[in-house]
């Protein structure tokens, strides 16, 4: 038997599909093993939104032939659909198949055998006009289920339509089905994603159905607890879903918002499809009337023109903004992007000066808001993994909690009282479903 093993960089996304892949290879005998039990295969998924994720996929090669010289690596994912050639001349790879060929890899290779010469599998990202539906699934507690695929947007630091093809969707009949096929197993949530999860609903390039008719088919699902949106567009969360996910059964008051820019120059020169206006509006839409919910945001740092006046403009945004913390990118030139040949570049010390105070911005954004969530009652799904003693797990608001280990709060939903922040900013929970009546 041969042993196979997996490593995921990027998004959730990613990591959905990796499992899916992973699952067929257990289907035809593969043992999936971790990196330091010397695998047969390396299946690497890789990322390339930033030039950083592209560095990592050499990195991990490297890492792999040292472990095991002999084996067999295979490149899949965002990257090896962009820049084939480019990791055909990384040492150590066997095998690049692009965005149309991941899901067929046993059509392509069969013996997954070491060649003296990499073989590159890479059609047009045109041809990748299939949606391959896909999970992850392991970790008992919840899954990533992707609804969505591709990008018809053209924003003008993103390499993403390129590498994934346009907007597709699965239908809501054949969600549905995937979803009670998980709802048997012993995942308690569901996280839903995609590249553009608002776009939802574009089967064969004509759109056939809706995002909010996709939430309140799975609102009534039976055998699944919760249910989480990934991020999703400002311009695509619509006052409708927002007062769904207030009076919803089973979805979680948390949404991650990208943002980008508190600038709008900015965001119109990234092509962006609102404004701040528009950004501020759906966030007090949200706190209006579910006051508890957690909002993430990304932001990116040092776009081509983002001079010290119009960062300030994001920083102070987004500083006023009721928002419980951020994700921060630093803007990094990609090929093939409009913002490759914009004027006035931001020196990259000054991109990473910005991006360090957005993130400690963040880290005061993420202490406000769970310090207003001091003594209120929330209902945590307990993860099994085990830190110093102690188990962890996230409430419904997305709010980090930590318990002393308990086998028989392993992947259960409890309600707990949120005590006291620890050094690491976990709530320390000590009484565990107490007769407790629930906050909102």
Not at 131 to 151: I, M, N, P
Not at 410 to 417: A, D, F, H, M, T
């Amino acid at each position: 038997m041969k042993n196979v093993a997996f490593y995921t960089l990027g998004c959730k996304l990613n990591f959905s599909e990796t499992s899916t892949i992973a699952r067929s290879f257990k289907a035809r005998g593969y043992r999936e093993v971790s990196f330091d039990q010397v695998p047969n295969i390396f299946i690497i998924n890789t990322c390339t939104v930033t030039d950083n994720a592209d560095n990592k996929c050499a990195k991990i090669v490297r890492e792999a032939k040292k472990i095991a010289p002999n084996s067999f690596v295979a490149i899949i994912g965002c990257y090896a659909q962009l820049k084939p050639e480019e990791i055909s001349k990384i040492e150590g790879v066997d095998a690049v198949l692009g965005a149309a060929e991941k899901f067929r890899m046993f059509d392509y290779l069969e013996q997954f055998i070491p060649q003296p010469k990499t073989k590159i599998f890479n059609s047009k990202i045109k041809t990748a006009n299939v949606f391959h539906a896909s999970h992850s699934y392991g970790d008992r507690t919840r899954t990533f289920l992707k609804v969505q695929d591709g990008c018809n947007y053209k924003c003008a630091f993103c390499t993403i339509p390129l590498a994934r093809g346009k907007s597709r969707s699965e239908s809501i009949e054949n969600i549905l089905k995937q979803v009670k096929k998980i709802a048997l197993t012993e995942v308690k949530e569901i996280v839903l994603t995609g590249v553009n999860i608002g776009d939802f609903g574009i089967q064969k390039g004509k759109r056939k159905e809706k995002f909010i008719d996709l939430l309140k088919a799975l609102d009534n699902v039976e055998g699944i607890d919760r249910f989480r949106i990934s991020s999703i567009e400002p311009n695509l969360l619509t006052e409708q879903i927002i007062d769904f996910v207030a009076h919803s059964k089973k979805f979680v008051p948390h949404f991650h918002i990208p943002l980008q820019s508190g600038s709008n120059l900015i965001l119109r020169n990234m092509k962006r499809r609102y404004n701040t206006h528009l950004y501020a509006k759906r966030i007090k839409k949200i706190k209006e009337i579910i006051p508890h919910c957690c909002i993430g945001v990304d932001v990116i740092t040092g776009f081509p023109g983002e001079t010290k006046a119009e960062y300030l403009k994001t920083y102070d945004f987004l500083r006023e903004l009721d928002v419980s913390y951020l994700h921060v990118f630093t803007y990094s030139e990609r090929e093939k992007t409009l913002a490759i040949d914009m004027a006035h570049r931001v020196p990259k010390k000054e991109r990473q000066e910005r991006s360090n105070m957005l993130r400690v911005l963040s880290r005061e954004k993420k202490r406000y808001f769970y310090e207003t969530q001091k003594n209120q009652v929330r209902t945590v799904l307990f993860e099994y993994n085990i830190k110093d003693g102690k188990m962890q797990g996230y409430t419904e608001n997305y709010v980090r909690v930590a318990a002393k280990y308990d086998p028989m709060l392993v992947n259960e939903l409890k309600k707990v009282r949120l005590s006291k922040l620890d050094e690491k900013e976990n709530f320390q929970v000590l009484e565990v479903e107490e007769n407790f009546t629930t906050n909102t």
